[in-house]
């Protein structure tokens, strides 16, 4: 059984993977590390059909499988989480001949949560293989990570794109559009096939984002109060759209070489960046107000 056709880009992992299964060579724990929509949750899965011998398209429901992330009212993986976890994986296969776990979003396990999972590392159970999944291993600690095998996922080759692109789209002026506004992500690149009105409603985002900027001190305010009420994935996923934005920008701008070069723009743009991702993971790893984040944010900005 092979899982290819399921995934765009990042073959090597993928090869590696499949010869560390037909070798009967795997690791007990893996961690795939990069930024969201990159496709690791979907090679995840696709390794999951091959380890469990499921070759149905969707394998949630494999009593052999168990998915774990932060429960929806929280930030965080708690140590309860991993508790009940560790009693599954006590138990053994029912079909297969392994017992897959995949924690999704491990950099949000608190540091009781991370190391009962540091213990379950350590003490590796022959029948139970554990994938992580995480956006910055910087915030998982180093003990968690030299007990796993790291994947690194990186943005897709634009040729890839292209070429699975044209397969369902000839017009090669959308196409360039939807490999722009994806950041060169397979996830969010499937996500604009299914829907074509969200490239739209990202266009309005950022010109709602970019007029922001010429406001007055309390519209910002009001703005920064609308945005924080929306649901914190919504918050995170525009301040994405904001980060993707500025990086356009500047790619823009090295493009045209040394026409209309300007350094201090540059330098301003980075800067917008580095506030834009230091906001981002404030309201992802730390008890932060969310309002006043967002409010610092756009009278920064």
């Known amino acids: 059984m092979s899982f290819k056709k399921t995934i765009i880009g990042n073959e090597r992992i993928l090869h590696i993977l499949e010869k560390g299964y037909k070798s009967g060579k795997l690791s007990h724990a893996y ?40 429960d929806e009212d929280k930030k965080q993986i708690i140590v309860e989480q991993i508790r009940e976890l560790e009693k599954k994986i006590c138990l053994y296969p029912y ?23 540091l213990k379950t590392l350590e003490e590796p159970n022959k029948t139970t293989i554990i994938i992580l999944l995480v956006s910055n291993s910087k915030n998982l600690p180093d003990t968690v990570k030299s007990r796993c095998q790291v994947f690194n996922f990186l943005p897709v ?35 604009f096939i299914e829907d074509g009105q969200k490239i739209e409603a990202l266009k309005d985002d950022i010109q709602r984002f970019v007029n922001v900027s010429s406001k007055s001190y309390f519209e910002k305010i009001e703005e920064a109060e609308t945005v924080s009420k929306m649901e914190i994935s919504e918050i995170i996923n525009l301040i994405n759209l904001y980060s993707f934005y500025y990086r356009n920008i500047i790619l823009k701008k090295y493009q045209e070489k040394k026409k209309n070069f300007d350094i201090f723009e540059i330098s301003r743009l980075r800067d917008n960046i580095n506030l834009l991702n230091t906001t981002r993971e404030n309201i992802l790893t730390k008890n932060v107000n969310i309002k006043l984040a967002i409010e610092n944010l756009f009278l920064q900005m």
């Open 95 to 117: 079909y297969s001949k392994y017992k897959v776990v995949i924690i999704e979003q491990a950099e949000l396990m608190n540091k009781t949560a991370a190391n009962a999972v």
């Open 31 to 70: 961690l795939f590390n990069g930024p969201s929509h990159i496709g690791k949750r979907t090679l995840a899965l696709g390794f999951c059909k091959l380890l469990l011998s499921d070759d149905r398209q969707d394998i949630s429901d494999n009593v052999d499988l168990i998915i774990l992330g932060p």
């Open 157 to 191: 080759k634009r040729k890839v794109l292209e070429e699975y692109l044209f397969d369902k789209i000839k017009d090669q002026e959308r196409i360039n559009e939807i490999i722009e506004f994806s950041g060169y992500k397979p996830g969010k690149i499937i996500e």
